[in-house]
């Protein structure tokens, strides 16, 4: 079995993809980044593309359900580990193979709808720092980081 890093990264980035609530498709084919490591690969979320993940993962937040809560933690990492168990430990061909079809399957489910383009600009124009204050948004444990173009984020 071919042991592939690049080939792990792109299914295991499809996957998260797969997994991503999907309202827009911006944070499906946006947010969701693939970055390589010295010690292999990570996938992460990007909360300048899609800001509202912190709360789908938590389940807070006036617009988005409960449903979703966990979706990272409890779906998507699960679903990850799965495949590579599957592809090094178990090598089941079957369920390997499933994993890979539906991880490549999300990557090109690009659909560019007039719909999703007007409501990816309109999400573009929200005054975040607004709908924050007004709903008392905060993170329980936040506290003040800045990133590499030292803006200043809270987490």
Same mark, same amino acid.
């Given at each position: ?5 690049? !080939? ?7 996957? =998260?993809? &797969?997994? =991503?609530?999907? /309202? ?6 946006? &947010?969701?980044? $693939? ?14 593309? !899609? ?12 617009? #988005?359900?409960?449903? #979703? !809560? ?10 990850? !580990?799965? %495949?590579? %168990?599957?592809? %090094? ?5 079957? @369920?390997?193979?499933? +994993? ?5 399957? $999300?990557?090109?489910? +690009? ?15 929200? /005054?975040?720092?607004?709908? =924050?204050?007004?709903?008392?948004? @905060? #993170? ?5 980081? %800045?990133?590499?173009?030292? $803006?200043?984020?809270?987490?």
């Amino acid at each position: 079995m071919k042991m592939g890093i690049s !080939a792990d990264m792109r299914t295991s980035k499809g996957l =998260a993809m &797969a997994l =991503a609530p999907y /309202d827009t498709g911006n944070l499906r084919f946006n &947010a969701i980044k $693939s970055i390589r490591t010295n010690n292999g690969f990570t996938i992460k979320y990007s909360l300048d593309n !899609a800001f509202y993940i912190y709360f789908l993962e938590e389940g807070k937040g006036n617009n #988005h359900k409960v449903s #979703h !809560a966990g979706f990272i933690g409890n779906n998507t990492v699960p679903t990850i !580990a799965s %495949y590579l %168990y599957s592809k %090094y430990v178990s090598q089941d061909n079957v @369920k390997t193979n499933r +994993f890979k079809y539906v991880g490549r399957k $999300s990557q090109n489910d +690009f659909d560019v709808s007039e719909q999703r383009v007007s409501k990816n600009e309109q999400s573009l124009k929200l /005054d975040v720092d607004r709908i =924050a204050r007004e709903n008392k948004w @905060k #993170h329980d444990l936040g506290e003040d980081v %800045y990133d590499s173009e030292f $803006s200043k984020r809270s987490i």
